[in-house]
C-alpha cells in the first residue's frame, strides 16, 4: 500500500464527507442478487449510461481490473451530487498526488435531472458507474465498517449515501 492515503480521507471530510474508511478490496462483497434489484425495481435501469445495462463494459471486465487494486477508499456523504464531486476529486487526487494511474471512482451518476442516453453522454468526465452495477453489495461491505445503509419507517433511504474510489 502507497502512504499518505489518510489525505486523502481529510480531503473528502474536507469537501464536506461525513466520514471516510479505507478498506482492502478483499474485504468489499460482490452478490450477483446485487443486479436482480437494479433490474427489478430501480427506475435507472436502463436509462443511465452509468447504470445496467448500459455500461457496455461487463462484470467479467470489470471484476478483472478490480483485482489489480491495492486499497480502496469509501465514503459516507449526505447528498448524493456531492458524494459524485468528491468521488471524482478524489480519483483525481489519488492520481496527482499519489501515483494512482488508474484510481477508479464509483458513484451513482447525478449530474443531470434526465440522463442524455441514448445520446452521448453530456459529462463524461464526471460519470462513473454506480457500484451496485457491477455486483458490489454495499450494506454487506459496510457493516464492519459500522456504517449502515438505512430506511426510515416509509422505507425511503434516509439521507446518507456512499461513494468508493478504487486505489492502485
Ligand atoms: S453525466 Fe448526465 S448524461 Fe452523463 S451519465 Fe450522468 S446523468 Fe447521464
Request: proline share 7%; charged share 25%.
Amino acid at each position: 500500500m502507497r502512504m499518505g492515503y489518510e489525505a486523502l480521507i481529510d480531503k473528502s471530510v474536507e469537501m464536506g464527507a461525513l466520514e471516510a474508511r479505507l478498506v482492502p478490496p478483499k474485504e468489499i462483497v460482490f452478490d450477483a442478487r446485487s443486479f436482480l434489484k437494479c433490474r427489478f425495481g430501480c427506475n435507472r435501469w436502463g436509462k443511465y449510461w452509468t447504470c445496467p445495462p448500459n455500461l457496455e463494459l461487463t462484470r467479467e471486465y470489470f471484476m478483472d481490473a478490480f483485482q489489480k487494486y491495492e486499497q480502496s477508499i469509501f465514503i459516507k456523504v449526505p447528498d448524493p451530487k456531492l458524494g459524485q464531486e468528491i468521488a471524482v476529486a478524489i480519483e483525481k487526487e489519488a492520481m496527482l498526488s499519489h501515483g494512482c494511474t488508474f484510481a477508479f471512482a464509483m458513484a451513482m451518476c447525478i449530474q443531470c435531472e434526465e440522463c442524455a442516453f441514448p445520446d452521448p453522454c453530456r459529462y463524461p468526465h464526471l460519470a462513473r458507474p454506480s457500484m451496485d452495477g457491477y455486483g458490489v453489495d454495499i450494506g454487506k461491505t459496510l457493516e464492519p465498517l459500522g456504517f449502515r445503509v438505512e430506511f426510515d419507517k416509509k422505507g425511503e433511504f434516509l439521507p446518507v449515501w456512499y461513494v468508493m474510489v478504487l486505489l492502485d
